[in-house]
């Protein structure tokens, strides 16, 4: 079976799995090996990902060790170095909703001018109307008369407004779990599972990889890149059906014994009816593969869209029912309030929990959502 390399690469000659039953015909699909880093283990040899070979190769990649880098453990530094990064790329909003309250009197004008500022940031009308309603309780019954403190009171509201969205990745303990990522053209799909898989792995975990857009070859050549990085490996195939790539990772994957295994998919428009198909196609298979399967199924949100971020929640959750989002890009021109709108419902769409935001490009900029820290960069404290 011949071995798909990433161009950094230099090629090296197949390693023959040990023989398996006849299996009936599927669609050739093959691994792409990842060389180890300068500082890691050797290679081990890279074989097959049909399941019967899988069984008896040697894991594609050795287990890594917990790491220092995990969120939870980050240095304060790091975090106080990130929270800035969150408050620079939303201080559009920030900056414009930080100006109202200064030198103003704490009246009517002051809830008008707030009213405005919260659309405009694509909070919607159902999460600012809750919000600026339980904020004139709160400011009625404390009788609160000094504008930052009203400032202060809206903070910690939105923040409870946000809270249902907050919840923490389940990577599992000893099951393989099997982790579906969908989303439009341009959304930082690829780009979100190679942090992710740099994240799990600080966390102790063993990650494999399935390059499902098998539309773009720029696609899979960019999953291999992130997969060299990560020293992870990647299960692809050179045009033909997704679907059987998202089955043989799946089965390598357990087979193996890794700790999640991510599968990407094509990016399309939720009004591209017969890709959205496609992927209903994709997630039945891999329920083929394994019956408890996706146990996650993600969606890869531009923070940058703004309103157009509730349609294709809306859809892509029809279509695959979505367990996560990941949000990304929140350092372009982002407005931060479309999160407060699906924490509302607007438009009909179900509350999704954020697992994760995007706002840079390295590897450390996609960390866990928290509804306190995004509502105090929104409100630009």
């Known amino acids: 079976m011949d071995a798909v390399l990433s161009p950094s690469v230099p090629s090296v000659p197949p390693v023959l799995a040990p023989k398996a039953p006849a299996a009936p015909a ?29 069984a008896a ?34 201080s559009r909003t920030g900056s414009n909703i930080s100006s109202l309250f200064i030198g103003v009197k704490v ?24 919000l600026l309603g339980k904020l004139r309780q709160k400011v009625k019954k ?50 979100s599972i190679g942090k992710l898989a740099h994240h799990f792995q ?26 060299s990085r990560n020293n992870v490996a990647v299960i692809a195939q050179d045009g033909g059906d997704p679907a059987a790539v998202a089955f043989d990772a799946v089965n390598a994957g357990r087979a193996r014994k890794a700790s999640i295994v991510m599968v990407d998919t094509a990016g399309r428009l939720p009004t591209q009816l017969h890709l959205m198909e ?15 399967a996706p146990h996650e199924v993600l969606l890869v949100v531009d923070g940058n869209t703004g309103q157009n971020a509730i349609s294709q929640i809306k ?20 407005k931060g309030g479309t999160l407060a709108a699906v924490a509302a419902g607007s438009q009909g769409v179900r509350p999704i929990p954020v697992y994760w935001i995007g706002v840079g490009e390295s590897l450390q900029d996609l ?5 306190s820290e995004f509502a105090g960069a929104l409100l630009g404290d």
């Open 142 to 191: 404390e009788r609160i008369e000094d504008a930052q403190t009203v400032k202060h009171a809206l903070r910690d509201l939105l923040a409870e407004h946000l809270t249902p969205l907050e919840k923490s990745f389940d990577a599992g303990n000893g099951q393989t779990r099997v982790v579906m990522i969908a989303g439009v053209n341009g959304a930082g799909k690829t780009t």
């Open 278 to 292: 496609e992927l209903k196609k994709i997630k039945r298979v891999i329920g083929k593969a394994d019956g408890e």
């Open 57 to 90: 190769a040697t894991p594609a990649v050795p287990t890594p060790t917990p790491a220092a880098t995990d969120t939870a453990q980050r240095p304060k530094s790091d975090r106080k170095s990130w929270l800035a990064r969150l408050k620079d790329g939303l």
């Open 26 to 54: 599927t669609p050739e699909v093959r691994e792409a090996p990842v060389p180890p880093a300068a500082s890691q283990a050797p290679a081990v040899p890279q074989a097959s990902a049909t399941p019967e070979a899988s």
């Open 367 to 371: 960390q866990p959502f928290v509804a």
């Open 315 to 334: 859809a892509f959750d029809a279509a695959l029912t979505l367990t996560g989002l990941v949000v990304t890009k929140l350092d372009g021109t982002a």
């Open 202 to 227: 600080a966390q102790g975990h063993s990650v494999l990889l399935a390059a499902g857009d098998t539309f773009r070859a720029a696609a899979r050549e960019q999953l291999i890149e992130w997969g």
């Open 107 to 130: 009246d009517e004008n002051l809830f008008e001018e707030l009213e405005t500022a919260l659309i405009m940031a694509d909070a919607g009308m159902e999460a600012t109307e809750s």
